[in-house]
Protein backbone atom coordinates (compact mmCIF):
# COMPACT_ATOMS: atom_id res chain seq x y z
CA UNK A 1 0.00 0.00 0.00
CA UNK A 2 1.06 3.97 -0.75
CA UNK A 3 2.56 5.03 2.44
CA UNK A 4 0.09 6.94 4.54
CA UNK A 5 1.34 10.76 4.69
CA UNK A 6 2.69 11.92 7.90
CA UNK A 7 0.80 14.24 10.13
CA UNK A 8 1.05 17.84 9.49
CA UNK A 9 -0.67 19.76 11.61
CA UNK A 10 -1.71 22.92 9.91
CA UNK A 11 -4.58 24.63 11.97
CA UNK A 12 -8.28 25.39 10.69
CA UNK A 13 -8.41 25.62 6.49
CA UNK A 14 -10.27 29.14 5.47
CA UNK A 15 -13.82 28.86 4.50
CA UNK A 16 -15.72 31.38 2.69
CA UNK A 17 -18.59 31.67 5.01
CA UNK A 18 -16.24 31.98 8.06
CA UNK A 19 -15.83 35.35 10.06
CA UNK A 20 -12.45 37.24 10.08
CA UNK A 21 -10.52 34.61 12.52
CA UNK A 22 -9.37 37.50 13.90
CA UNK A 23 -10.65 38.18 17.29
CA UNK A 24 -10.46 41.35 19.06
CA UNK A 25 -7.58 42.55 21.16
CA UNK A 26 -10.07 41.91 24.46
CA UNK A 27 -11.33 38.21 23.15
CA UNK A 28 -7.79 36.85 22.34
CA UNK A 29 -6.20 34.31 24.64
CA UNK A 30 -2.74 35.23 24.80
CA UNK A 31 -2.65 36.26 27.83
CA UNK A 32 -4.44 39.62 27.97
CA UNK A 33 -7.41 40.16 30.35
CA UNK A 34 -9.84 37.69 28.38
CA UNK A 35 -7.04 34.66 28.26
CA UNK A 36 -6.29 35.09 32.08
CA UNK A 37 -9.52 34.81 33.45
CA UNK A 38 -10.22 31.70 36.07
CA UNK A 39 -12.04 28.80 35.36
CA UNK A 40 -14.21 29.94 37.74
CA UNK A 41 -14.60 33.44 36.61
CA UNK A 42 -15.62 31.94 33.57
CA UNK A 43 -18.25 29.80 34.85
CA UNK A 44 -19.70 32.58 37.58
CA UNK A 45 -20.50 34.66 34.26
CA UNK A 46 -22.03 32.16 32.07
CA UNK A 47 -24.27 31.81 35.89
CA UNK A 48 -25.10 35.70 35.23
CA UNK A 49 -25.15 36.60 31.65
CA UNK A 50 -27.39 35.08 28.58
CA UNK A 51 -25.42 32.44 27.10
CA UNK A 52 -25.23 31.18 24.05
CA UNK A 53 -25.60 27.37 21.80
CA UNK A 54 -24.38 25.78 18.85
CA UNK A 55 -25.77 23.68 16.59
CA UNK A 56 -23.93 21.00 14.61
CA UNK A 57 -24.78 19.41 11.53
CA UNK A 58 -21.80 17.87 10.61
CA UNK A 59 -21.20 15.57 6.94
CA UNK A 60 -18.11 13.44 7.13
CA UNK A 61 -15.12 15.09 8.42
CA UNK A 62 -16.29 18.72 8.24
CA UNK A 63 -19.20 20.23 10.06
CA UNK A 64 -21.60 23.26 10.30
CA UNK A 65 -21.40 25.25 13.44
CA UNK A 66 -24.52 27.88 13.90
CA UNK A 67 -24.45 29.40 17.36
CA UNK A 68 -27.77 31.23 18.34
CA UNK A 69 -28.25 33.16 21.65
CA UNK A 70 -30.84 32.63 24.12
CA UNK A 71 -33.58 34.73 22.66
CA UNK A 72 -33.23 32.81 19.01
CA UNK A 73 -30.74 35.29 17.53
CA UNK A 74 -27.94 34.41 15.16
CA UNK A 75 -24.47 35.18 16.79
CA UNK A 76 -22.74 33.33 14.31
CA UNK A 77 -22.34 30.71 11.53
CA UNK A 78 -19.19 28.79 10.01
CA UNK A 79 -18.41 25.91 8.05
CA UNK A 80 -14.51 24.00 9.73
CA UNK A 81 -12.78 20.89 8.78
CA UNK A 82 -11.62 18.18 11.38
CA UNK A 83 -9.13 16.68 9.91
CA UNK A 84 -5.67 17.57 7.92
CA UNK A 85 -5.23 16.73 4.42
CA UNK A 86 -3.89 14.00 3.05
CA UNK A 87 -5.88 11.50 5.84
CA UNK A 88 -8.97 9.64 4.36
CA UNK A 89 -12.47 10.99 5.75
CA UNK A 90 -13.87 7.69 6.20
CA UNK A 91 -11.51 5.01 7.42
CA UNK A 92 -14.10 2.63 8.85
CA UNK A 93 -16.29 2.52 5.91
CA UNK A 94 -14.09 2.66 2.77
CA UNK A 95 -10.16 1.00 3.63
CA UNK A 96 -12.04 -1.05 6.67
CA UNK A 97 -14.22 -2.68 4.23
CA UNK A 98 -11.93 -3.32 1.70
CA UNK A 99 -9.33 -4.51 4.43
CA UNK A 100 -12.81 -7.14 4.81
CA UNK A 101 -13.34 -7.97 1.05
CA UNK A 102 -16.31 -5.57 0.77
CA UNK A 103 -16.35 -3.47 -2.76
CA UNK A 104 -13.30 -4.65 -3.68
CA UNK A 105 -14.69 -4.86 -7.14
CA UNK A 106 -15.30 -1.35 -7.45
CA UNK A 107 -12.99 1.19 -9.53
CA UNK A 108 -12.21 2.99 -6.48
CA UNK A 109 -10.95 -0.25 -4.17
CA UNK A 110 -7.67 -1.36 -2.99
CA UNK A 111 -6.20 -4.24 -1.39
CA UNK A 112 -5.39 -2.90 2.51
CA UNK A 113 -4.33 -5.04 5.26
CA UNK A 114 -6.70 -4.58 8.25
CA UNK A 115 -3.87 -4.41 10.70
CA UNK A 116 -2.98 -0.96 8.65
CA UNK A 117 -6.38 0.03 8.88
CA UNK A 118 -6.49 0.04 12.74
CA UNK A 119 -3.64 2.54 12.93
CA UNK A 120 -5.20 4.47 10.21
CA UNK A 121 -8.54 4.99 11.89
CA UNK A 122 -6.50 6.17 15.08
CA UNK A 123 -4.45 8.74 13.56
CA UNK A 124 -8.01 10.15 11.74
CA UNK A 125 -9.19 9.37 15.16
CA UNK A 126 -6.58 12.05 16.84
CA UNK A 127 -6.72 14.40 13.80
CA UNK A 128 -10.54 15.08 14.15
CA UNK A 129 -10.01 15.52 18.05
CA UNK A 130 -7.31 18.12 17.03
CA UNK A 131 -9.55 19.91 14.81
CA UNK A 132 -12.60 20.26 17.11
CA UNK A 133 -10.80 21.40 20.19
CA UNK A 134 -9.01 24.09 17.21
CA UNK A 135 -12.47 24.67 15.71
CA UNK A 136 -14.31 25.27 18.71
CA UNK A 137 -11.33 27.53 20.20
CA UNK A 138 -11.60 29.67 17.05
CA UNK A 139 -15.64 29.86 17.91
CA UNK A 140 -14.96 30.66 21.50
CA UNK A 141 -12.73 33.72 20.33
CA UNK A 142 -14.74 35.09 18.03
CA UNK A 143 -18.38 34.98 19.76
CA UNK A 144 -18.89 37.82 22.56
CA UNK A 145 -21.74 35.64 24.55
CA UNK A 146 -21.00 33.25 26.85
CA UNK A 147 -20.86 30.25 25.30
CA UNK A 148 -22.77 27.40 27.28
CA UNK A 149 -24.01 24.42 25.01
CA UNK A 150 -23.79 22.38 22.15
CA UNK A 151 -26.38 20.51 19.99
CA UNK A 152 -24.53 17.67 17.93
CA UNK A 153 -26.92 14.69 15.78
CA UNK A 154 -27.17 11.69 18.54
CA UNK A 155 -25.10 8.70 17.85
CA UNK A 156 -26.19 4.81 17.04
CA UNK A 157 -25.31 2.48 19.56
CA UNK A 158 -21.87 0.82 17.77
CA UNK A 159 -19.74 -2.20 19.08
CA UNK A 160 -17.28 -1.36 21.67
CA UNK A 161 -13.97 -2.02 18.87
CA UNK A 162 -12.89 -0.66 15.75
CA UNK A 163 -12.38 -3.50 14.63
CA UNK A 164 -15.70 -4.45 15.14
CA UNK A 165 -17.43 -1.99 13.64
CA UNK A 166 -15.30 -2.91 10.47
CA UNK A 167 -16.75 -6.09 10.96
CA UNK A 168 -20.64 -5.11 11.09
CA UNK A 169 -22.15 -4.50 8.01
CA UNK A 170 -24.42 -1.61 9.76
CA UNK A 171 -21.91 -0.28 11.84
CA UNK A 172 -18.99 0.60 9.66
CA UNK A 173 -21.31 3.06 7.28
CA UNK A 174 -22.20 5.58 10.18
CA UNK A 175 -18.60 4.81 12.49
CA UNK A 176 -16.74 7.73 10.84
CA UNK A 177 -19.68 9.99 11.26
CA UNK A 178 -20.08 8.91 14.70
CA UNK A 179 -16.39 9.03 15.28
CA UNK A 180 -16.06 13.06 14.41
CA UNK A 181 -19.24 13.89 16.61
CA UNK A 182 -17.89 12.38 19.36
CA UNK A 183 -14.75 14.15 18.76
CA UNK A 184 -16.79 17.82 18.60
CA UNK A 185 -18.42 16.41 21.90
CA UNK A 186 -14.98 15.85 23.85
CA UNK A 187 -13.58 19.18 22.69
CA UNK A 188 -17.00 20.82 24.08
CA UNK A 189 -16.85 19.36 27.51
CA UNK A 190 -13.38 20.10 27.56
CA UNK A 191 -13.93 23.34 27.36
CA UNK A 192 -17.13 23.32 30.08
CA UNK A 193 -19.80 23.40 27.66
CA UNK A 194 -22.74 21.25 28.01
CA UNK A 195 -23.16 18.34 25.18
CA UNK A 196 -27.01 18.19 23.96
CA UNK A 197 -27.52 15.01 21.94
CA UNK A 198 -30.47 15.59 19.29
CA UNK A 199 -33.16 13.91 17.31
CA UNK A 200 -32.88 14.89 13.60
CA UNK A 201 -36.45 13.58 13.18
CA UNK A 202 -38.26 16.09 15.61
CA UNK A 203 -35.60 18.88 16.18
CA UNK A 204 -37.64 21.44 14.14
CA UNK A 205 -40.18 20.33 15.71
CA UNK A 206 -38.18 21.17 19.43
CA UNK A 207 -37.43 24.17 17.75
CA UNK A 208 -40.60 25.62 17.13
CA UNK A 209 -41.78 24.32 20.85
CA UNK A 210 -38.92 26.50 21.91
CA UNK A 211 -39.79 29.56 20.42
CA UNK A 212 -43.25 29.13 21.28
CA UNK A 213 -44.55 28.38 17.16
CA UNK A 214 -46.38 26.25 15.78
CA UNK A 215 -43.71 26.41 12.87
CA UNK A 216 -40.19 27.04 12.46
CA UNK A 217 -39.45 26.93 8.78
CA UNK A 218 -40.34 30.95 8.63
CA UNK A 219 -38.01 31.91 11.57
CA UNK A 220 -34.85 29.94 10.07
CA UNK A 221 -35.69 31.60 6.71
CA UNK A 222 -35.52 35.38 8.22
CA UNK A 223 -32.76 34.19 9.91
CA UNK A 224 -31.25 32.77 6.71
CA UNK A 225 -31.99 36.60 5.08
CA UNK A 226 -30.39 38.11 8.06
CA UNK A 227 -26.70 36.97 7.08
CA UNK A 228 -27.22 36.12 3.41
CA UNK A 229 -26.04 33.18 1.11
CA UNK A 230 -25.02 30.46 1.80
CA UNK A 231 -28.09 29.43 3.94
CA UNK A 232 -28.61 25.52 3.28
CA UNK A 233 -30.46 22.49 4.70
CA UNK A 234 -27.43 21.84 6.74
CA UNK A 235 -26.85 25.30 8.13
CA UNK A 236 -31.15 25.38 9.01
CA UNK A 237 -30.62 21.85 11.02
CA UNK A 238 -27.88 23.25 13.14
CA UNK A 239 -29.91 26.57 13.76
CA UNK A 240 -32.74 24.30 14.72
CA UNK A 241 -30.23 22.56 17.00
CA UNK A 242 -29.28 25.01 18.92
CA UNK A 243 -32.70 26.42 19.53
CA UNK A 244 -34.12 23.46 20.60
CA UNK A 245 -31.35 22.68 23.55
CA UNK A 246 -33.77 25.29 25.22
CA UNK A 247 -36.44 22.41 25.66
CA UNK A 248 -34.15 20.16 26.70
Not at 58 to 83: H, W
Not at 211 to 224: D, H, P, T, Y
Request: aromatic share 4%; hydrophobic share 40%; net charge positive.
Amino acid sequence: MPPIPPLKRTGLRPAAERRDPRAPPDLIKDGSAAGTRSKEEEVAKRRTQPTATVGVAENGNSAVLVTVGAGGELLDRRSVDLTEPGLPTHPHHHEGSWAVGRYLDSPWARPIPLADVLVLVERVRASAARGARESLEALEATVRVPIASIAIRACPQLPPTTEERIADNRAQTVADSVMYRQALATAAESRGWSVHWYDRERVFRDAAAALGVKEIGAFLNEMGRSIGPPWQAKHKLAAAAAIAVKQS
